[in-house]
């Protein structure tokens, strides 16, 4: 109830303030043809509307336009931080910032978990490999479709999130646009650098890497260390694909129960450790080698302190989800009817 009567009072001040304003209108326009009292000379009355702030609570504040204002400027003048232009996009879907246009500004933080009456919001995690301008396996994506999909996002007004947004999401700190999509690329093909880099900077978008650090530089086909900070510098997040991209979740033939767990401590933490020096950072995100893994697995990762892991469970991901076991949809197909499915980012659940 509590979530229903909030959206209802958002959608009622809207409507409260811009009949104010309007009335103020009226008023004005009343005052400057009233007859004046004998003998005095009234003042001039401006008939200019209001402009600016207008109106201003603990929760909102509404803004009428003046002309050449935009949401992220907005966002660093009342927010603080120009990447919260999103929070009034959201606020104010359908309405054309221009001159003279009413927008409601939401000063405090609300509905962290993406909870409403009808359900609850989700956010996918696309997952790439590798790009080609020709492919042939189903791992490698080409390039003008990667285009047509990043594309499709943007026209569509999908916001790509950091995990660290998401991380802050799933610990209910933060609210998240709602369309909020996770873009990772796995592996560290040469072609994350030299495609899906300048193809998802084109949009503005960044992505997630997550790199096995024996394939590192050893190859023409393999992306470098340079590239990778490169790449970081620009706002991509690394993570760990382990080192040697070997299943954690079997127990090599001959290998004792203190050789296996030995092993996936090497995979796991020499795989952060290496990460954490070439690139001067604490890894915490890891995805798991073909999306497998077991109990011994997550609690080693834990131990050693990853704090976001990711399967290739397809599927989506609340805010209650389990931080070491979300899932991701690899990007297979190439056909945007495919593509399209694989952005829900809310399911229908009723609360009532």
């Not at 001039?44 to 609570?57: C, D, Q, T």
């Not at 080409?142 to 990043?150: G, K, L, N, T």
């Not at 290496?274 to 990762?301: H, W």
Request: proline letters at 5%; one cysteine or more; a positive charge.
């Amino acid at each position: 109830m509590g979530l229903a009567k909030n959206r209802e009072d958002k959608a009622g001040l809207r409507s409260i303030l811009l009949l104010l304003i309007g009335g103020g209108f009226f008023i004005l326009s009343a005052c400057a043809t009233a007859w004046p009292i004998s003998g005095t000379t009234s003042p001039p009355v401006s008939e200019k509307p209001p402009s600016g702030e207008v109106f201003r609570s603990d929760d909102y504040l509404v803004y009428v336009m003046e002309g050449g204002e935009t949401p992220k400027g907005l966002a660093k003048s009342f927010l603080g931080d120009a990447r919260k232009s999103w929070i009034i996009e959201d606020a104010n879907e359908g309405v054309p910032f221009r001159r003279g246009e009413a927008v409601v500004i939401p000063l405090k933080e609300e509905n962290k978990g993406g909870l409403t009456p009808k359900g609850y919001q989700t956010v996918p995690v696309l997952t790439y490999h590798h790009f080609g301008k020709d492919c042939t396996s189903p791992y490698c994506m080409p390039a003008a479709v990667f285009d047509r999909q990043m594309k499709y996002l943007k026209k569509r007004g999908y916001r790509v999130i950091t995990l660290g947004t998401l991380l802050s999401f799933l610990r209910y700190r933060h609210a998240i646009p709602k369309k909020s999509v996770v873009i990772a690329i796995d592996d560290g093909n040469s072609s994350a650098y030299t495609i899906a880099y300048p193809m998802l900077k084109k949009y503005g978008y960044t992505a997630t890497l997550f790199i096995y650090t024996d394939f590192v530089g050893i190859s023409k086909g393999a992306i470098t260390w340079e590239q990778l900070r490169q790449m970081k510098a620009a706002g991509f997040e690394i993570g760990s694909h382990t080192r040697s991209h070997s299943d954690l979740t079997k127990q090599r033939e001959g290998e004792s129960h203190a050789e296996y767990k030995a092993r996936v401590e090497n995979e796991l933490l020499g795989s952060k450790r290496l990460l954490d020096k070439k690139l001067g950072q604490n890894t915490i995100y890891l995805a798991f080698p073909y999306g497998r893994y077991n109990e011994r697995v997550l609690a080693i990762s834990e131990q050693v302190g990853y704090k976001l892991g990711f399967s290739v469970r397809r599927g989506g991901n609340p805010f209650f989800a389990d931080p070491l076991r979300l899932k991701r949809d690899q990007i297979l197909q190439r056909e945007m009817e495919t593509f399209a499915k694989r952005l829900e980012t809310f399911v229908e659940f009723s609360l009532k």
